[in-house]
Each structure stands twice: as C-alpha cells, then as structure tokens.
C-alpha cells in the first residue's frame, strides 16, 4: 500500500511538472507536442551529471547540480520550438512531433557513442546512476520521499501565482487568447511567446529526470520517455488548463499509472488475472474517455497553434 | 517547383547537420559514414546483392508510403493525423492474427487490417466530430492503447522461446502476399511482393480522389472551413469521420503489406509504438503534400534509414539515420518559409528585369 502511494505521489509529480509546463506553453499561444522530446533530453542532462559527478559528492550537490543539468538541456532544447514557432511560423504540431523522434534519436547516439567510446564492446545506449540517485531518496519508515516531490508542489505554487497574481502571467495569457489585442497595448508578442515555450522546457526538462530516476536506477534511452510527454498534455487538457485542476488531474494519472507497476502486490487485483498489458493501457484509456465527456466546454486558449503574424488584421 | 526546391533544401540541410553530428562524434569516418548512409544497397559490390538489398528497400518503403498517404489524406481535410503510427499498430495485428490465429487467406488478412485501421481512425473522428475532442490527443492516447492491446494479442500467436510470432512461411503460407514473379526481378528477393506495385496503385487513387472527385472536393472543403462547407450543405461531420476512416484504412494496409511478405516479425514486448508512422509524417511534408510527391520521398526516407543500418557499428550507431530523418521532419517544418522568401525572391528578380527592361526601352525612346 505503502509502495502504491509512493509511485502514485511520484509519478504525479513527473505528470504536474510536465503539465504545467505545457500549461505555460499553450497560455503564450504555442502547442507544445514536444514535450517528449524535451523530457528526453532533460533526463539525458540529468542522467549525464549524475554519473559523471565524483563519487561522495554531498547530496545536496548532487540533487542541485543533477536538477539545474536537466533543466538546462531541456530548455536549450525548447528552443528548437520556439525558433520554429514563433520566427518562423512553422505547422506547430509537426514540429513538435519532429522534437520527440529527434530527441529520442539524439540521446540514443550521444549515448551509445559514450559508452562504445569508453569500452568498444559496450553498444548499448544505457546510463547507470545508482549512487546519483540516492541523493534524492529519503527513506521515512518504509517510505522513500523523492525530494522531487517537494520540488512539483514548490512548481505548482509558483506556477499558480505566476499564472494569476502577476502581470507577466496575465500578459502571457493575453498572448495564448487574442494575440493582435495584446500587441495593441503594447506587449511583445513574441517575447512573452518565447518565454512561455521556455518555461515549458525547464519544466519539461525537470520531468524528464524526475520520471527516470522514479523507479529504477539506470536508464536506456532507445525507450525515450515511454509516451509520458503524451499522458502529460492529456493532463494539461483534463485540468482545463489551470494549474490546480492540473494538479488533480496529474494525482488521478498518477495514481493508474502506479497502479501498473504494483498491482502484483494486491491479492484482489493479482487475482483478477489480467495481463499487464492491461493495466498499461489504463491511464490512455481513462484519459480518452474523461477526454470525450470534458471537450465539449473546453477551456483551451483560444489563439493556440495559431503562429502570430504582426502584419495579418 | 518551389515545393520541389524546398523538400530537396530540407533534404540538403538534414544530410548537412547528420554529417556535422557524425563529426562531433568521430571525425575519422564521418565522410564515409554519411556516403553509406546515402548509398544504402549501392555499399554491396555485387550486381546480384545490390538488387535484393534495392527490393528489401523497396519492401519496407510500401508501408511508409502507405502511412505518409493516410497523414497526407488527413492533412488536406485539415486533420492531423498522428494516430498513423496507431493504425498502423492494429493493422498489423489484425493482418497478423488473422494469418496465424486463423489461418485465413492473404486477401482476408490485407481486408482485416484495413477494416481494424479504418475504425481506429473512425474512433478519432467520432470523437472529433461529435464530443470536439482533439484528434492530435485522441490519437496519440489510440497509439499506445493500440500497442498494448496488439501486443497482448499477438502473444497468443508467439513463438514460445521467442518474443516474435510465428513466421508465416512455417504456420500459414497461404497468408503471404502473392509475388507474381516480381521477386525474380530483383535477384530472387522473395520478400518483394505485388504490395509495392499495389501501394503505387493506390497513391495514384489518393491522388484522383482528392483532386478529381465530388467526395475529394467535399473533403477539401469541409478542411478549408468547416462553418462554410456545413453552410453549403455538405455534412461535415460525415466527413470528419470518412476522412479519419480512409486515412486509418491507409495506414492499416501499410502495416499489411509489410508483415503480410514475411519479411519481419512482430516482437510483442515492444514498448515503444513503431517509428513507420511519425516517419510516414516526415514523408508526407517532404513530398510536399502530394500523393504522387510522397512516392518519391517514402523511397528517400527509407533508403536513408536502410543505409543507417550499414554504419560502421564500432564508430557510430544505426540511429543516426533516425536523427537525419527526424532533422528533415523538422526542417519541413519550414518549407513554408522557404516557399514564401523564394517566391518573394523570384518576384524581385521578376519585377528587377521587368524594371530594367523598362528602363532600356523608355532610354531607347529618349534616344529616338
């Protein structure tokens, strides 16, 4: 039970970080596919400082050093997005579905030219990190606390205020919901767009290493991020793009993801018999459905996906 | 013709970073590398060998064609259709499960797996036409679901030692696409099937149906503005949904035509939801959103995909050709800005020679 909690509360975590992130991102007006990407190459940054840190670093170190790495690959990697985007006026969809095979691609051969050119022998694209992540466990009677949980709830406040209670927050939204009026009164479309896609990459980016240190202790990364990006933007959408709803949102998912990963441990479930297969699909199948009874008064931003062009009325 | 120039300057840019990457990673083979990549078959120094590896090529191209029709058939009407990828999953589950489960013929299986796509994407459309549900999201929710429950099915069709299912040739022969001696022609390869003739055929279908047809018309339509066509009588929901039926069914039959020739397994501990339909995206954009123009660039992605496989595997890993060809789907990204600063380029150059011709002639009449 207590093992189901913990996998709940951290994969919320990795799933309201991401959301919020693309929360960010849709209110400047940007639809932010590539989330995937970005949590590849945030985990990627993570994984790398982790293992290459000398041994008997203080945690604390680590834990910050590990958590400031992801954050700035995945955000150098937003970028990729908002150039496109916002500059260029590119289809924002195929752009981001580009980012998820290239980031997947990209760390997959960074890797593996890593590890065979450490030791010839070694092609495989996986990174170990176990003493890098104990940095972040702290064991409380049973229960492992992932000082990433606490870093989510810290995003969420801040996202909240950010969002709601300052002006640059208003800003962004004005720019995700009509963008030519916000350009009237003099806010630069533009930048507030680039902003919005760049806190999506720190956030996205800080997901990625989140989810891969959440269970496990080495990571390959052929398997990029397993279409956790996807379920995070169901979550966004779930949450009607609101920072709180987000957060209840990411604990339900949450909750049917870990699900899949101990439902052994349950007589009754482990007695239904079903095959894993099963509990895998859950969390899509459950976000499809909620999907089909929540679209219809969807609250998404009106202007997003659509590129800003200065000159058009 | 700009579209042309665009798609040939993604390609260029694409194969230009590749190469830098291959630099950054290992400077001494980096040339002959990103040359393998692009020979592909050509690597062989037999006539004989260069014509099965060109046939394997073209084996796995149909898929992709097929997959980059059903993205380019959705894109028109408006749709972005990335649930190819999922489609193309439960294609290739039905086809398969079909042929092994049941033992039914190969023309049951190619129908099966049509059918199965064609509801996948009808599954999106309803859900996009009736409860305005994105279909990016419904779709990418479909791809994994289609994944987990293909690969629970086909475990009942697997070998026990293995995670692959059973080859066709040893369970159901019956189940393999006809090859009407077309495999002789490419040194005997018995993996090239009448699907590669039969994906062309049906390009060439896309292509008059969208442009020659009242159905096609109606489709454009209902993509350019969905108030105006409903306002002009058309049933746009109707239409939303055939669209994501057809293009599901495009992509379903893709995943037939490569399972059906027996030339791969389907291994059912995949986790990941096969790259044949995102690359079907890449091939979409770089044909330029024309069927005829998606025959083309499929048989380019793949023959770069093909080659990556033929890297020095000590130096760099195959997955380099998946970053040229995500680079390109990125690139594609821009086409329409190259488009637009190369008709604006071509239009100064136009109006510069007209005003010089101008200019000669109102000098001539000075002269005069």
């Known amino acids: 039970m207590l093992l189901l909690l913990q996998y709940t509360l951290i994969f919320a975590s990795v799933l309201l970080l991401v959301a919020l992130g693309g929360c960010f991102s849709e209110h400047s007006g940007v639809i932010n596919i590539g989330l995937e990407g970005i949590m590849v190459m945030g985990a990627l940054g993570g994984a790398l400082m982790m293992k290459f840190l000398p041994e008997g670093s203080p945690a604390f170190q680590v834990v910050l050093l590990t958590v400031l790495a992801s954050i700035l690959l995945g955000t150098i990697y937003s970028l990729l997005l908002a150039v496109a985007a916002i500059n260029f006026r590119a289809d924002q969809t195929l752009v981001g579905t580009a980012m998820n095979l290239l980031g997947t691609a990209a760390a997959t051969v960074f890797v593996k030219a890593m590890n065979t050119s ?3 022998d070694n092609v495989s694209s996986t990174i170990q990190y176990l003493e890098g992540r104990k940095a972040f466990l702290v064991n409380i009677g049973g229960f492992e606390f992932n000082w990433c949980m606490l870093l989510a709830v810290i995003a969420l406040v801040i996202a909240y205020v950010v969002l709601y209670k300052t002006r640059f927050g208003l800003r962004l939204c004005a720019c995700g919901e009509h963008p030519q009026a916000a350009d009237s009164v003099g806010i630069n479309v533009y930048r507030m767009r680039y902003a919005g896609v760049l806190i999506s990459g720190v956030l996205g980016g800080l997901g990625g290493i989140v989810y891969i240190i959440a269970g496990v202790s080495e ?6 991020v397993a279409g956790f990006g996807f379920l995070a933007l169901a979550v ?10 987000i957060a209840l949102a990411a604990l339900l998912f949450g909750f049917f993801r870990a699900l899949g990963n101990v439902y052994s441990g349950f007589d009754l479930l482990s007695s239904l018999n079903l095959p894993s297969s099963v509990y895998n699909m859950l969390p899509y199948i459950i976000s499809l459905v909620v999907l089909a009874f929540t679209s219809q008064k969807s609250r998404a931003p ?3 996906g ?8 | 013709m700009q579209s042309l120039l665009a798609s040939l300057l993604c390609i260029l840019l694409g194969l230009l970073i590749g190469y830098i990457v291959l630099l950054l990673i290992n400077p001494a083979g980096a040339w002959e590398a990103i040359c393998t990549i692009v020979e592909n078959f050509l690597y062989y120094p037999s006539g004989a060998a260069r014509l099965r590896y060109f046939g394997n090529t073209l084996v796995k191209t149909a898929p992709l064609l097929m997959c980059s029709l059903s993205v380019l058939f959705a894109y028109k009407v408006g749709l972005f259709n990335i649930g190819a990828a999922g489609q193309y999953v439960i294609g290739a589950g039905a086809s398969l499960y079909c042929a092994l489960g049941m033992g039914l013929p190969w023309y049951v299986c190619l129908l099966a797996a049509i059918a199965a796509g064609a509801v996948l994407g009808a599954i999106s459309g309803i859900l996009k036409a009736y409860r305005n549900v994105n279909e990016v999201i419904s779709c990418i929710m479909l791809n994994w679901i289609s994944l987990y429950l293909v690969n629970a099915l086909l475990t009942k069709v697997k070998e026990t030692a293995s995670p692959y299912t059973y080859t066709l040739e040893s369970t159901n022969p019956d189940a393999i696409l006809p090859s009407l001696g077309l495999g002789a022609l490419f040194s005997n390869n018995k993996y090239v099937t009448i699907a590669i003739p039969l994906t062309i055929v049906v390009s060439i279908c896309v292509w008059v149906l969208l442009t020659k047809t009242k159905l096609g ?10 108030y105006a066509a409903q306002y002009c009588g058309m049933k746009e929901k109707r239409n939303i949904i055939l669209t994501m039926a057809i293009a599901g069914g495009l992509a379903g039959m893709g995943a037939a035509t490569l399972f059906l020739s027996g030339f791969e397994q389907w291994q059912t501990t995949q986790s990941a939801v096969p790259a044949m339909g995102f690359n079907g995206i890449a091939a979409a954009f770089l044909g330029g959103l024309n069927p005829i ?7 380019f992605i793949q023959h770069i995909t093909n080659g990556g496989a033929y890297v020095d595997k000590t130096m ?25 600063s190369l008709n604006g380029w071509l239009d100064q150059r136009e109006e510069k020679r007209r005003s010089g011709k101008k200019q000669a002639e109102s000098e001539k009449g000075g002269k005069a």
Request: hydrophobic share 40%; charged share 20%.
């Open chain 1, 118 to 120: 450490a030791d010839p």
């Open chain 1, 219 to 224: 990571w390959k990364f052929e398997n990029g």
């Open chain 1, 236 to 245: 966004m959408i779930f949450g009607q793009w609101k920072p709180t709803r």
């Open chain 1, 302 to 304: 009106k202007a997003e």
């Open chain 1, 306 to 313: 659509i590129p800003y062009d200065k000159g058009q009325r």
């Open chain 2, 217 to 226: 018309y109606e489709l454009r339509a209902t993509g350019c503005n969905k």
């Open chain 2, 293 to 299: 123009g998606s025959i083309f660039s499929s048989y």
């Open chain 2, 316 to 340: 760099y890993s195959a997955q380099i050709s998946d970053l040229i060809s995500a680079l390109i789907i990125y690139l594609c990204g821009f086409v329409l800005f190259f488009k637009v």
